[in-house]
């Protein structure tokens, strides 16, 4: 499974001293080529580089003529050695990419929706312990240019406590469940929002992420060629005084300050919404942390996708989440999964159209349908 890069960069503790063998060896193999590139990125042009192939040591880039981005050859997300070393050096990178690829808020509390959108927008939440970072992320994904698209967000809880908190335009799913041993279930959401959705391409979003204005008319253009894609070259993990400034005043640009960045993120992904259930959608099977985009991805390779990143994607800090025994319960899950071949695990959910825990029975719910003892669902405001 890959790793958590949430994890790796929560943990970390803060300003890292490193030795100056560790200096020397990033600059020797990693930070003069960054430096090149963001102080002359005309030269660097010339001789075909951009931030785009910047990377650790260990890895080896290649170029998706798909997409136009980079596709990294290591098996896992990587924290960018040159930004763990140097952190100043992680916010002008982001400074550099936000330049050709910025990133808007839309706080309006209404925008005109097509009927029939391109793209379908899945913002999966479980709560509202991170409703300041879950805000910053709809404002930026309702902030897209140059396509129509539509905002589907899906609560999974007791209650509903965000239908009133949303703009008019966002279609608003939930997904109720009863005091339990269940927790939040990230694929039994997206597979609620997919049925609801009615754009062509779907884009997986962590209510976490803030999304360039360009990423869903980008991501809809890869669509045409490929089934599948995985946009983001890295991912950019803001520091907490950076994401509270966000929060008073939406405004990123600038240098802004950055913990980490993080290379080849399983997410944000994007898939054709037909491939998307013809290889079965996401496994419910998955409980708590971790695991499903990965085991996702590995079907969605049987099709053809786009995996070379090529877009900025910036992650609002949060506290990190408290580590459950679900945790290490979804490791041994997930290579118990994992050791099924893959086609075998698409039969098996595209025959099950679920991934074991919850039916999918089309697109209206009953209040008070249940579906297991501990779980009920109810779809409410969805016009």
């Keep these: 499974m890959a790793a958590d890069p949430s994890t790796l960069v929560k943990t970390r503790a803060p300003s890292p001293s ?59 997300s990587s924290m960018l050695t040159v930004a763990r ?4 050096v992680g916010s002008r990178l982001l400074s550099h990419a936000l330049a050709a690829w910025p990133v808007r808020f839309n706080f309006t509390p209404q925008r005109v929706v097509s009927e029939h959108p391109k793209v379908s927008i899945l913002i999966p939440i479980g709560g509202n312990d991170r409703l300041p970072q879950f805000e910053l992320a709809l404002a930026a994904a309702r902030a897209q240019e140059g396509i129509e698209f539509e905002v ?24 109720r469940r009863t005091p339990g041993e269940f927790g939040f279930n990230k694929s039994w959401a997206l597979n609620g929002g997919a049925r ?44 907490e005084r950076s994401t509270g400034e966000l929060s008073s005043v939406p ?14 993120n399983p997410t944000p992904i994007v898939v054709r919404r037909s491939t998307y259930w013809e290889i079965g959608g996401h496994d419910e099977a998955y409980f708590g942390w971790g695991g499903e985009d990965t085991e996702f991805i590995d079907r969605l390779r049987t099709r053809s996708i786009s995996e070379g990143g090529w877009l900025p994607v910036a992650h609002a800090w949060h506290r990190p989440a408290v580590k459950k025994d679900n945790g290490d ?17 698409i039969r098996r959910l595209t025959r099950d159209m679920g991934g074991g825990m919850f039916p999918r029975s089309g697109t209206a719910f009953s209040v008070g349908d249940s579906t297991t003892p501990a779980i009920s669902l109810a779809v409410e405001r969805l016009p």
């Excluded at 192939?53 to 596709?71: H, Q």
């Excluded at 209650?159 to 966002?170: F, G, H, M, T």
């Excluded at 640009?253 to 980490?260: L, N, R």
């Design 18 to 76: 490193h030795s100056f063998k560790q200096k020397l060896g990033c600059w020797l193999h990693e930070r003069w080529l960054t430096e090149l590139v963001l102080r002359f990125p005309g030269l660097a042009g010339l001789l075909g580089l951009s931030w785009l192939n910047l990377c650790n040591r260990a890895e080896k880039l290649s170029d998706d003529v798909i997409s136009g981005g980079r596709v990294c050859h290591w098996p896992d």
């Design 85 to 88: 070393i140097f952190p100043p």
């Design 152 to 175: 589907v967000v899906i609560e999974q809880a007791v209650k509903p406590q965000l239908a009133a908190r949303l703009p008019a335009d966002v279609r608003y799913l939930h997904q």
């Design 196 to 239: 609801e959705a009615r754009g062509d391409a779907l884009i997986i979003l962590d209510g976490d992420y803030l999304l360039p204005v360009s990423f869903a008319s980008e991501a809809f253009r890869v669509m045409r060629e490929a089934e599948g894609a995985r946009p983001a070259r890295m991912l950019f993990y803001l520091d």
């Design 251 to 264: 405004n990123l640009s600038g240098m802004v300050g950055v913990e980490a960045v993080v290379a080849n």
């Design 329 to 345: 319960r979804n490791r041994e899950l997930h290579r118990r999964t994992m050791a099924v071949s893959t086609h075998e695990r």
